[in-house]
């Protein structure tokens, strides 16, 4: 139904809650009392109910004010309304898990995935049955873009985006570790600079990019690694490490896995390198979204 505004143009709402507390108290004195105004303020908006229905809607009997019967009428028809505005208005719908159905679309590479998402989803399924995540390819350069335009709810991503409207929450913090497989390469552990450097390496590259962060603190000691093999896909990597005799650098969260499943072997790399940041970034206009922000609180929980 399409709502005419122009019909709404003498209605005042507080009319409408003064004449259900009138019919109710049937009485102005103690409707006044209820509502915290002078009996004249209480008077003065019967006044103007009467003119906006056309009717008397409560004729004095002795102490009391008796509703007429287009005043009943009303009364029926406005207070299921007024008691659904009043939830409306004033009353959060509480979110339960174990019933609720939502989907949530969460941008995020590759890597996050494989080593979130074995962790989360079982655990998702018992408490929020309903729940669905839709993961997507994300992008670091493209997130903020996609977030603001309604693509994406949520982003797990390494960036360390900033805008006006993104709400970012700090999941965890994390070391990047090199992985070989013994069957191909064997390097004393843990690696000394000079080590990593002599090794073959399969290089994970964003957008085709040739040279990294390594290679910068590399050079800066005078060293220089030899790039065999660049993909975008971290998903490729354990495959070809049990193949060739190659090292590849990576997360921590995948090392415990992958050595678990593939048999790689792990050092830390000898670079003075920064944990980096893995953080959830959403809008805020989604601040008040009972279940992006159950699935928000779900994740760190699980991560923390």
Request: charged share 20%; net charge negative; with cysteine.
């Amino acid at each position: 139904m399409t709502i005419k505004e122009s019909d709404f143009r003498k209605i005042d709402l507080n009319l409408l809650i003064a004449f259900a507390v009138l019919f109710r108290e049937q009485s102005v004195s103690l409707a006044a009392d209820k509502l915290h105004l002078g009996q004249p303020a209480v008077s003065g908006s019967l006044a103007r109910l009467r003119e906006m229905f056309d009717d008397p809607l409560f004729i004095r009997s002795g102490h009391r004010m008796q509703p007429t019967a287009r005043a009943t009428e009303l009364h029926s028809e406005l207070m299921p309304l007024l008691e659904q505005l009043q939830s409306a208005l004033f009353q959060q719908a509480e979110f339960n898990p174990a019933h609720a159905k939502a989907t949530v679309t969460i941008g995020m590479s590759d890597w996050m995935e494989m080593w979130l998402m074995p962790q989360l989803v079982p655990v998702l399924r018992e408490q929020a049955p309903g729940v669905r995540l839709n993961v997507v390819a994300s992008d670091p350069f493209t997130d903020a873009q996609r977030l603001e335009g309604g693509e994406l709810d949520m982003v797990i991503s390494v960036a360390n985006q900033s805008a006006r409207w993104m709400e970012r929450e700090l999941l965890t913090k994390m070391e990047f570790v090199a992985l070989w497989h013994p069957a191909q390469l064997q390097p004393e552990a843990p690696m000394s600079v000079q080590t990593y450097a002599a090794q073959p390496h399969v290089q994970l590259s964003y957008r085709e990019a040739i040279s990294s962060h390594i290679d910068m603190l590399l050079a800066r000691q005078g060293l220089k690694r030899e790039i065999s093999y660049t993909t975008p896909h971290f998903s490729a990597l354990p495959g070809l490490l049990s193949m060739m005799p190659m090292l590849a650098t990576v997360p921590q969260g995948l090392c415990e896995n992958w050595q678990q499943v593939w048999g790689l072997h792990s050092s830390p790399v000898p670079l003075e390198m920064a944990p980096f940041e893995v953080a959830l970034l959403w809008h805020q206009r989604h601040n008040s979204d009972a279940a992006l922000m159950w699935v928000r609180g779900f994740i760190k929980r699980l991560v923390g």
